[in-house]
C-alpha cells in the first residue's frame, strides 16, 4: 500500500482519477485504519488530506456557512461561528468519542463512513446541508438528504470538499440530545436533532427533527415535523409527537431487538432535544 | 422520570490465600555499600504499591530513612519467594516476612558491632539511623557504612519469613477459620435512575475501609479509588454478552469500562484498628475496596424506583426491562 501526502484538492483528485477506484482518501483516519485492521478494504493507496488548509476550513458565507471535509470535530467544538444558533451542531461535534478522537475526526469523515449512529449528520439534516464533491470532472453538489434517502454514491473519483448550509434565521435554535451508554466515547444508540422556531403567537412556525441510530441510516423524521408544524407550543403536544415518533419507529424498526428499548428512551432524547434547544435560545438571546 | 435513591453496602473479606493452605512469604536483608540496606523479595509490584509500602515497613522496622533502603523485588536470582501479589496479601504477609528479616538483621548488626566496639554482650545497643551505638553511652557507635568497610563486602544479611495462620473447614459442618485477619468495609452512594433511559448517574459515594494501618494513606486512597471504578464498571457497565459460549463483545467498543468521566469524587474514610498479627497492624487493602459497592450500587437502585435487581451489569437495557416487568406487575395487582 503506498501512501500520499496530499497539498491540494487538485492533488487528491489526480490522485483518486489515478488509482482508478482503489485509492482511499484519509483524513482522521479514526474509522478507516480500523477498517483496513480488519480488512474490510484493501486499498492500494492512502490519499491523506490531513494537511490541505483548503479543505479545513469553515467559512462565513454571508447566509451561508461552509465547512471544509476534513474539518476535525475540534475545529468545530472552537468555532466562534457555531456558537448562537448553530449550538446543536458544535454539541453534536463535542460530544463525539474523546479528546483524541475529535481532534483527529473529521466531519466529512462522519459523512463518508455511513455510520447510522454519526453524530455530526442529524444537526446537518436539520439545516438542509448541501455536500459539495469534487473530482477531475468538476464541482457538483448534492443534497445531505437525498445523498442518505436516495441512496446517492460518492464516485470513486470524488472527494467532499465542504458542507455547506444556511444559516438559521431568526428564532430558530438548532439542538442536540444523543444517548450514550456512557459518558464519553460512546456510540450513539440514538441521537435527535431539531431546528425549532416558535412564533409569536406560540406556534410551531418552524420544525425540522433529524435522528440517528433509527434506521440505516441517519434520516429526518418528516411525520413528527408535520405532526408539529403549526401546532401551539406545550408539553401536551410535545407528549403526542413523541407518539408519532414512537408508532413511525415501530413502522420503520418492527422486530428488532433493540426496539422497545429504543421506543422508551427516545423521549428523553426528544424532550432534550426540544427544551436544551429553547433554554441555549434563552442564552443566545439574554 | 429522573429518581433519586440511596443505598449501602457492607463486607469483610479476608487477607491471603485462606482455608489452611500454606501461605508462606520470605524476606532477604543485606548491607550494602555506604551504609545502605538491601531488601528482597519476591513479591511483585502491579501497580498496587506493594514496592512503596514494603520499603516502609523495611524503613520503620530498622528505624532508618527510606531514601537508604534499596529495594528488589524484579529478579529471582537475588530473593526467596513471597509468594503471589493476590488475595490482598502482599501488605500482611511479605510485611510481616520483611519486618522478622529486618529485626533478624538488627540483631546480627548488633552481634557484629559487639565484637568491633569490644563490648560484653549486646544489652543496651541501639540501631537508628543508619548506626548501631550503645544507648546510654553513645560514644560507642559504628556506623553501617564501617561496618561494611570492616566486613567481607556484602555478607552480612538475615532472612526472614512468615507463615499465615488459618484453619481449614471442615468438609462435613463448614466449619472453621478459615481466614485471618479480616478488612471491614462500607459503601455508602446516592444515585439517579433516569426511568426513561435506564441510565444510572452516582450523584455521591462515600466509602470507608478498616485497614488496620494505614501505612501510606494515599496508596489506600488510591486503592479505593481504583476498587471504586473498577466495581462501578462491573456492576454498571462490563458485559461479555455471552450467548453459546461466545463472547460477543470481545472489543473495547462494545466491552465498556468506565472512563474518567463516569467515576466521581469518592468521599474516602480510613478506619484504623490495628491488627495485632500485622506489621505494624496493616491488613489487606486490594480486593476488599471493590465488594461493597455493588450492594450499595443495587440497594439505592431498589430505594430509587422500588426495583431489585439480581443479575450483573445493570445495563440500562436490562434495567429498563426490569422496571417494565415492575410496572406490569403493580398494574396486575390493582
Redesign the interface.
Known amino acids: 500500500m503506498e501512501a500520499y501526502k496530499a497539498k491540494s484538492i487538485d492533488e487528491v483528485i489526480r490522485l483518486l482519477s489515478q488509482f482508478e477506484g482503489k485509492g482511499k482518501v484519509i483524513a482522521g483516519g479514526t474509522d478507516l485504519i480500523i477498517d483496513i485492521r480488519n480488512k474490510k478494504v484493501k486499498p492500494e493507496a492512502l490519499i491523506d488530506i490531513s494537511s490541505i488548509d483548503e479543505l479545513k476550513t469553515i467559512e462565513d458565507l454571508g447566509s451561508f456557512i461552509r465547512i471544509g471535509a476534513a474539518a476535525t470535530f475540534t475545529d468545530l467544538v472552537e468555532s466562534s461561528l457555531l456558537d448562537e444558533n448553530l449550538y446543536g451542531l458544535k454539541k453534536a461535534a463535542r460530544e463525539v468519542g474523546?479528546p483524541q478522537i475529535r481532534n483527529r475526526g473529521t466531519i466529512g469523515g462522519n459523512i463518508a463512513n455511513g455510520s447510522p449512529a454519526a453524530d455530526s449528520v442529524p444537526p446537518l439534516l436539520c439545516l438542509d446541508s448541501t455536500l459539495i464533491l469534487r473530482s477531475i470532472k468538476g464541482e457538483r453538489e448534492i443534497s445531505l438528504r437525498d445523498y442518505y434517502e436516495k441512496g446517492f454514491k460518492i464516485g470513486e473519483d470524488e472527494i467532499i470538499s465542504a458542507i455547506q448550509f444556511k444559516k438559521p434565521e431568526g428564532r430558530q435554535i438548532l439542538s442536540f440530545a444523543k444517548?450514550g451508554?456512557?459518558?464519553?466515547?460512546?456510540?450513539s444508540?440514538l441521537s435527535i436533532a431539531t431546528l425549532l422556531e416558535i412564533g409569536g403567537d406560540n406556534r410551531i412556525k418552524t420544525i425540522r427533527i433529524a435522528s440517528g441510530s433509527l434506521g440505516r441510516h441517519p434520516l429526518r423524521e418528516y411525520k413528527v415535523e408535520e405532526f408539529l408544524i403549526g401546532k401551539d407550543f406545550n408539553e401536551e403536544v410535545i407528549n403526542e409527537a413523541v407518539l408519532v415518533l414512537k408508532e413511525a419507529m415501530e413502522e420503520r424498526l418492527k422486530g428488532r431487538a433493540?426496539l422497545?428499548?429504543k421506543q422508551?428512551?427516545v423521549?428523553?432524547?426528544f424532550k432534550d432535544a426540544i427544551y436544551g434547544g429553547l433554554e441555549r435560545l434563552k442564552v443566545v438571546e439574554a | 422520570m429522573k429518581k433519586i435513591g440511596r443505598g449501602i453496602g457492607l463486607s469483610f473479606y479476608g487477607t491471603g490465600y485462606g482455608n489452611g493452605f500454606p501461605d508462606v512469604s520470605k524476606a532477604r536483608v543485606r548491607l550494602l555499600e555506604g551504609g545502605k540496606v538491601g531488601i528482597y523479595v519476591g513479591g511483585t509490584e502491579v501497580g498496587q504499591g506493594a514496592k512503596t509500602v514494603l520499603t516502609q515497613i523495611g524503613a520503620e522496622t530498622l528505624k532508618m530513612p527510606v531514601e537508604d533502603i534499596v529495594f528488589v523485588h524484579e529478579d529471582t536470582v537475588h530473593m526467596p519467594d513471597a509468594g503471589t501479589a493476590a488475595a490482598s496479601r502482599q501488605t500482611y504477609n511479605t510485611g510481616n516476612a520483611i519486618r522478622v528479616a529486618c529485626e533478624n538483621f538488627r540483631n546480627k548488626l548488633k552481634e557484629l558491632a559487639r565484637e568491633h566496639l569490644a563490648l560484653n554482650s549486646i544489652y543496651g545497643l541501639k540501631v537508628e539511623n543508619g548506626k548501631i551505638y550503645l544507648d546510654f553511652f553513645p560514644q560507642k557507635s559504628l556506623s553501617f557504612e564501617e561496618l561494611f568497610e570492616k566486613s567481607s563486602k556484602g555478607d552480612i544479611e538475615a532472612e526472614g519469613e512468615f507463615v499465615a495462620q488459618t484453619v481449614m473447614m471442615e468438609e462435613e459442618t463448614g466449619q472453621g477459620a478459615p481466614y485471618w485477619p479480616y478488612t471491614f468495609n462500607a459503601c455508602g452512594v446516592e444515585l439517579e435512575v433516569?426511568t426513561?433511559?435506564?441510565?444510572v448517574e452516582i450523584r455521591k459515594a462515600v466509602f470507608a475501609q478498616d485497614v488496620g494501618r494505614a501505612i501510606n494513606p494515599h496508596l489506600v486512597e488510591g486503592q479505593m479509588d481504583g476498587g471504586f471504578a473498577m466495581a462501578l464498571g462491573y456492576v454498571l457497565?462490563e458485559d461479555l454478552n455471552l450467548k453459546e459460549g461466545k463472547i460477543n463483545n470481545n472489543k473495547f467498543?462494545k466491552y465498556?469500562i468506565?472512563?474518567?468521566?463516569?467515576t466521581l469524587e469518592i468521599e474516602k474514610i480510613i478506619v484504623e484498628d490495628p491488627e495485632s498479627t500485622a506489621p505494624y497492624g496493616a491488613k489487606g487493602i486490594g480486593e476488599p475496596t471493590m465488594i461493597p459497592v455493588g450492594p450499595a450500587i443495587l440497594n439505592a437502585i431498589y430505594d430509587a424506583i422500588g426495583v431489585r435487581i439480581t443479575e450483573l451489569p445493570v445495563?440500562?437495557?436490562r434495567l429498563?426491562?426490569a422496571i417494565?416487568e415492575h410496572e406490569k406487575e403493580k398494574g396486575e395487582v390493582k
Not at chain 1, 451508554?181 to 456510540?187: D, E, F, G, Q
Not at chain 2, 426513561?196 to 441510565?199: A, D, F, R
Open positions: 474523546s444517548l451508554l456512557r459518558k464519553a466515547l460512546a456510540i444508540r433493540t422497545p428499548y422508551r428512551a423521549e428523553r432524547v | 433516569d426513561l433511559t435506564g441510565l457497565f467498543s465498556l468506565p472512563t474518567a468521566m463516569d445495563t440500562p437495557e429498563v426491562k417494565q
